[in-house]
């Protein structure tokens, strides 16, 4: 910004200000990026703010001077941002929360009740790796290093088991586990 262009906009008396504040926009500058940590967001702030003081023609009190005035508005910019920041942070935990639970008991509704009877019909070392990685949710390299194994030979594995119980339901279940289990209709094996 310069102040010929904003020159225009303001009264007379109020000239002396925006050069005032023009004159110290790189401390202004500063002194937002030191709170909100980024380059770019100390300059929407800065902009936002030196906008409102041309639009409202800049509030000054008596015996205030316009670079006081203006770091008084730039804290309040701050802390409307942290807060705006804050209420955003909550949000998206609780939207994380809710989708986590959701897709929790879809998954669970989804799975076939015949699984639990077919893993033990799995290789150990590939029963293992299915409950622990797929319905215990544990991460795959943790497992490995648990079993002794690298993450690849884990990763391998458990392909190998996915496969191998995939043929044992469609063997046991037919058009049930081909559709995805969503109704499943098998007699539970006792």
């Not at 669970?108 to 409950?131: I, Q």
């Not at 390299?141 to 648990?146: K, S, T």
Request: glycine share 6%; with cysteine; hydrophobic share 40%.
């Amino acid at each position: 910004m310069d102040a010929e262009g904003t020159d225009a906009a303001l009264p007379p008396d109020r000239e002396d200000v925006v050069a005032a504040l023009l004159a110290h926009q790189r401390r202004f500058l500063a002194f937002l990026e030191r709170r909100v940590g980024s380059r770019a967001v100390a300059e929407d702030l800065f902009q936002t703010a030196f906008a409102r003081t041309l639009e409202k023609g800049g509030a000054l009190k008596d015996g205030e001077g316009a670079v006081a005035w203006f770091y008084r508005l730039l804290r309040n910019a701050l802390v409307d941002h942290h807060r705006r920041q804050a209420a955003q942070g909550r949000a998206l935990e609780v939207e994380a929360r809710d989708a986590d639970a959701t897709v929790d008991l879809e998954l669970e509704s989804t799975v076939c009740a015949c699984l639990t009877d077919l893993l033990p019909t799995l290789k150990p070392e590939y029963a293992r790796l299915v409950r622990q990685v797929d319905l215990e949710g544990r991460a795959v390299p943790d497992v490995a290093r648990e079993v002794g194994i690298t993450s690849n030979n884990a990763g391998v594995r458990l392909h190998r088991a996915r496969l191998a119980l995939k043929r044992s339901l469609e063997r046991g279940c037919g058009a049930c586990a081909a559709h995805g289990c969503l109704d499943c209709s098998c007699k539970p094996r006792r």
